[in-house]
Every structure is written in structure tokens, then in C-alpha cells.
């Protein structure tokens, strides 16, 4: 039943992704694309290469930490801090949790769950067919070190999400029936300090700002503030995480504006 959960999901998002995707190649990237020779475009791909390694590097190490890792290193730490957040925060994301509305609530599971993601994969398809390379750089570089930077406290710094510290139930779940199946193939619920969701949105607003294309930057800055505004909305992270992401976020931006020096 679960796997069948999962399958279902995993065809729905994909099919959100494959509509996305044809929306962004006819209305976001330039025309001059599909004039550009093929043999080019594969000699972008080629030069890419080694970015595109670091990048599904990245996934890579991420999926073998939730699926393998995390849970043993917790039960060794054998402690959670959530209840230390909970104490500095005294309640506000939980309160604000309290007051959803449908719509707004389908609105951020639908930033959350599929356009979020998708910014993901189609920004860097995106540099590599607009032979954008810094901004590949950007994003691929800049993807390894948040994810280093917040894989000790992933595992050594366990924190609960909120709506599980208070046992109210996902959001997500609420609007889409079984997809925490799928969910919690992609994270787990004390994976929250720093926000990797956060840090990870406005990477990809920096890396896409590096470019000419200002309609995709427009959406990749709502993407960015509305990723933010959907974590707090959906009680998964509490605000100390996204402080955190953030933090981290400009911290990697700083380090690879003196780390990155192609035009």
C-alpha cells in the first residue's frame, strides 16, 4: 500500500513537473536557444560536466543520510532540541499554524511540494542550455557547501519539525491524502536546523540573478520569499531554522563571491 502511495505521488509531481517544464522552455528561455547548434549545446553539457557530478553528488549523500544514517546517529545522540526551540519561540509558529485557510493552504503546499523542486532541476538545465556558467557554478558549488555546512547538524543537532512536536498533524498531508509516504523518502522530521529548504531557495534566486534571464529571476525570487513564508505556514520549520538557512545561505553567497571569479 505504502509503495503504491508513493508510485501514485511520484506520477502526480511528475506530471506537475513535465507541465511546468514546458511552460518554462516556451515563455523562459530565449529563443536564440533553439537556433543555437546542437554540437554547442553538447559542448556546454561537456563542460558542465564535472558540476553536474557535484550536483547529484549532493543528492546522492543527502538520500543515503535520510534513509540510512540519520535515524542510527540519532538514536546514538539520543537527545532531540526541539523542545529547546520551543521554549525561545514560545509557540509562534504552532499559533500561526492555527489560523490556515484553504486557499492559502493549497497555495503552500503547491510552493512547497512542486514548484520549489522544480526550481531545482530546470535551473540548472537552464544554465547549461543558456551556457550560463557562473551561474552553474553558483548553484552546483554552492549546493555542496550548504549541504556540508548542515549535515552535522542534521545528525548530531536532531530537531523535530513543529507540527510533529506538537502532534497536530502535516498540513501537507491534510491537502494531499498519503503523500507523507513520499515525503519522508526526502527528508525526516528533526532534519530542520538550518533549513535546507530555505538556504537551497535562495541559492537558487542568487544563481538565477547571475544571469540575463530577468522572468525567471522575478520567479525565482517568489519562489525564494514564498518557500520561506510556506515553512512557517505549513508548521514544518520553526523560525530559528529559517533563520538559520538564511544565515547560512548569504554565508555560502559571501564565500563564493570570492571563490568564483569567471564572468
Not at 530565449?30 to 547548434?37: D, L, S, Y
Not at 546514538?76 to 526541539?82: K, L, M, P, R, S
Not at 530546470?122 to 551561474?135: E, G
Not at 535562495?202 to 517568489?222: G, Q
Request: charged share 10%.
Amino acid at each position: 500500500m505504502v509503495v503504491e502511495t508513493i508510485t501514485s505521488w511520484l506520477l502526480i509531481i511528475g506530471a506537475f513537473n513535465i507541465l511546468l517544464f514546458t511552460l518554462g522552455i516556451i515563455f523562459l528561455w530565449p529563443r536564440k536557444i533553439w537556433k543555437t547548434p546542437l554540437r554547442d549545446h553538447f559542448q556546454t553539457f561537456v563542460n558542465c560536466y564535472p558540476l553536474i557530478l557535484v550536483i547529484i553528488a549532493v543528492v546522492v549523500v543527502h538520500l543515503i543520510e535520510v534513509n540510512f544514517i540519520d535515524q542510527p546517529v540519532s538514536n546514538w545522540v539520543g537527545t532531540n532540541f526541539a523542545s529547546s526551540i520551543q521554549i525561545i519561540e514560545d509557540g509562534l509558529v504552532h499559533s500561526i499554524s492555527q489560523y490556515q485557510t484553504p486557499i492559502l493552504l493549497y497555495f503552500f503546499v503547491f510552493i512547497y511540494l512542486i514548484l520549489y523542486p522544480f526550481t531545482l532541476w530546470f535551473s540548472p538545465i537552464s544554465f547549461i542550455m543558456t551556457n550560463q556558467r557562473k551561474a552553474m557554478k553558483t548553484f552546483a558549488y554552492g549546493a555542496a557547501l550548504i549541504y556540508a555546512i548542515s549535515l552535522p547538524f542534521y545528525l548530531f543537532l536532531p530537531i523535530t519539525n513543529v507540527y510533529t512536536f506538537y502532534g497536530t498533524g502535516s498540513a501537507l498531508n491534510s491537502v494531499i491524502p498519503g503523500v507523507e509516504h513520499f515525503f519522508y523518502t526526502t527528508t525526516t522530521n528533526n532534519n530542520t536546523f538550518p533549513s535546507l529548504h530555505v538556504a537551497m531557495a535562495l541559492l537558487v534566486a542568487r544563481s538565477v540573478s547571475l544571469t540575463n534571464n530577468k522572468r525567471y529571476t522575478y520567479i525565482a525570487y517568489f519562489s525564494a520569499g514564498a518557500v520561506v513564508l510556506s515553512v512557517i505556514y505549513l508548521a514544518i520549520h520553526w523560525i530559528t531554522d529559517v533563520i538559520g538557512g538564511i544565515i547560512l545561505a548569504f554565508s555560502v553567497f559571501y564565500l563564493l563571491k570570492h571563490w568564483i571569479k569567471e564572468p
